[in-house]
Each structure stands twice: as structure tokens, then as C-alpha cells.
């Protein structure tokens, strides 16, 4: 096969990957126009069409869709081969492709990807800042970070780095206007600031006589950012819940104050996910060794105690909650 053929597949299946020309041309390092030459090219050497395109949108045709399904597995097996002899330097090289939750990766892990960079010049870094659940392996990412307890998909290995905590928080200045919610239940005299997704209230959950129990008591602002939440809550428009990696540093200085100890669920995990392959490369292996042992024996944000925190009162035995 010549070498320009190769190219034109692989622009062909990150077209198909990205949704756009624009979007695999940026992948690729290349030109929009290199990118539509190339498939222009595949198609009149198959002499078949393999994109409907539209100003907004590709989608395959039949002939498309058989060759799409027929190079991943070409191209997967190319860089299993490249990976595999990669593992005798094991040093880090290529384009590493990353999705993450966008607080916590502009908050603790973009740090991480900065120190990788310097440590390894031929390691290069795409990051996706994004809350939505990606498919890694219909949309190429080489891992994701995600939070809670791991969803099966044989498709996928999974390692847990840190662990966080949610908490109920508010400021001084609003505790001092306010009173301060002694269980769940008062929480519906507050103004709650809550997190939105997907069009809805997300819920806060607490421990409530040994049961997970969801509040949802919207205020007057909502927001589908966790640091736009954040900067709310101190600035006192309302009590909230956040992650602690979000929170800490202002716990430990006395710009929030946490709220409803005694209630608070148990801390969920941190992993990192990435598609289970033959050969692991040195890039995701690496990458993910650093961050567990830069997060150990405590991720960054716990590596101070929390001081300044009140004491509250305890869930008591026999609550009901409606």
C-alpha cells in the first residue's frame, strides 16, 4: 500500500470520528482542505461514495460504513505494533487524547498534564474539558477520568487514583443572615444553589438512618458549572454541595463552613478509565503511574488538613424524613 493511501484512510476514519472535516483536520495536524482531498481521493480511487456531506454535518453512506468498520481494526492493529515497540523505550511519545470532568481537570489535573509535558518532550496532550459521559472508543480519547463506582464494559480497565468527598457548604455571610440547617429537612427554608445537568436539578444525596435519600430544594440559581457554583457560595447567595477538590482550600481559610456532617454520604472514587488493548503504550501506562503517585498517599487538595469546620449534629437514630 502506498503511503498516501494509509493517510487518506486515516483522515477518512478521523472524519467519521469527529463529525467534521474541520474537527480531523485539527486532530491530524492538518488543513480542512488536505483533510476533504484525502477523502476525495479514497472515494474516486474505490470508486464509491463514502460521505453525505452537508454544511453542518457527515454522515456514511453503506459503502462508508463497511470500509469505517474494516480500518479501525486496521489502524488499531498499527499502533498496537507502534505501542508494542514503543514498550522497548518506554518512554512516552505520541499524541495522548484525554477527556475530563471540567473542574477537576482544570483544578488538579491540568497541573499533572504540565509536569508530563516538561518531563517527556515527545509526548503531545488533546484535552476534552467536559462533564458528559464520552465514548472513549467511538470517539477516540486514549482515557477519561470519571467519578462514582465503575459502570461494566468489557471495552474498558479502570483505576482508581483519589477519592472525593461531597460537601454542603456555605459562607460566613450567609450563615450569619441565615439560620444554619441542622438537618436535610431544613434545607428547603434556603436558598440551595444546585448543579445542573441535561436540563435538570441534580440531586443531593445524604445518609439519612442508613438509606442514601435525595433533596432537590431549588433556589433562585442554578448553574451547570461547578466553579461558577463555588464562587456563588462565597459570595453568599446560597448553601451548596461540592466536591472537596472543589471546596478544601476554602474550608481550611473560613470562606465556607460545612454544613450537615453528620449526613454526608460516603466519598466516592476517582478513576481513570482507558480501552482495554493487547498492548498498553508507554504514554497511558506512564501517564497514569505519575498521577497515582502524585496523588499518593492523599490527592492534592487533602494534603492539608480541613480546618475551621464547626461541629453538627449527628444523624440521630429514628429520623424520619419526608
Not at 165 to 172: D, E, L, R
Not at 180 to 199: A, I, M, N, R, Y
Not at 224 to 247: C, K, M, R
Request: glycine share 6%; proline share 6%; charged share 25%.
Amino acid at each position: 500500500m502506498e503511503l498516501h493511501n494509509l493517510n487518506d484512510i486515516a483522515a477518512f476514519v478521523s472524519s467519521v470520528n469527529a463529525g467534521s472535516f474541520t474537527a480531523a483536520a485539527k486532530q491530524l495536524g492538518l488543513t480542512r482542505s488536505a483533510v476533504g482531498k484525502s477523502i476525495v481521493r479514497l472515494e474516486a480511487r474505490l470508486q464509491v461514495r463514502l460521505l453525505n456531506r452537508t454544511t453542518r454535518s457527515l454522515s456514511m453512506t453503506d459503502e462508508g460504513q463497511i470500509l469505517y468498520e474494516r480500518c479501525v481494526g486496521v489502524l488499531q492493529d498499527l499502533d498496537d505494533v507502534e505501542d508494542a515497540l514503543a514498550f522497548r523505550r518506554s518512554t512516552p511519545s505520541g499524541r495522548l487524547r484525554i477527556s475530563l470532568p471540567v473542574a477537576l481537570g482544570r483544578l488538579h489535573v491540568l497541573q499533572h498534564i504540565e509536569c508530563c509535558l516538561n518531563d517527556w518532550p515527545s509526548l503531545s496532550v488533546d484535552i476534552t474539558f467536559s462533564d458528559r459521559l464520552v465514548d472513549l472508543i467511538d470517539e477516540g480519547f486514549d482515557l477519561a477520568m470519571r467519578i462514582g463506582p465503575p459502570k461494566e464494559d468489557s471495552r474498558l480497565l479502570t483505576r482508581t487514583v483519589a477519592y472525593q468527598q461531597m460537601i454542603t457548604c456555605a459562607s460566613p455571610k450567609y450563615l450569619a443572615e441565615h439560620d444554619e440547617p441542622k438537618t436535610p429537612e431544613d434545607l428547603s427554608e434556603h436558598q440551595c444553589l444546585h448543579f445542573v445537568s441535561g436540563g435538570r436539578l441534580l440531586p443531593w444525596n445524604f445518609r439519612v438512618n442508613g438509606s442514601s435519600v435525595p433533596v432537590t430544594h431549588g433556589g433562585r440559581l442554578q448553574m451547570d458549572s461547578a466553579e461558577s457554583l463555588h464562587q456563588s457560595a462565597i459570595a453568599g447567595l446560597g448553601i451548596a454541595t461540592l466536591p472537596s477538590y472543589v471546596v478544601n482550600d476554602d474550608l481550611r481559610s473560613g470562606k465556607l463552613v460545612q454544613l450537615l456532617v453528620g449526613y454526608a454520604e460516603a466519598a466516592e472514587p476517582i478513576r481513570v478509565i482507558y480501552p482495554s488493548k493487547r498492548h498498553l503504550s508507554p504514554k497511558i501506562r506512564l501517564f497514569i503511574d505519575k498521577l497515582v503517585e502524585a496523588w499518593s498517599p492523599r490527592p492534592p487538595w487533602e494534603q492539608q488538613p480541613v480546618k475551621g469546620t464547626t461541629s453538627r449534629a449527628k444523624n440521630p437514630n429514628g429520623m424520619k424524613f419526608s
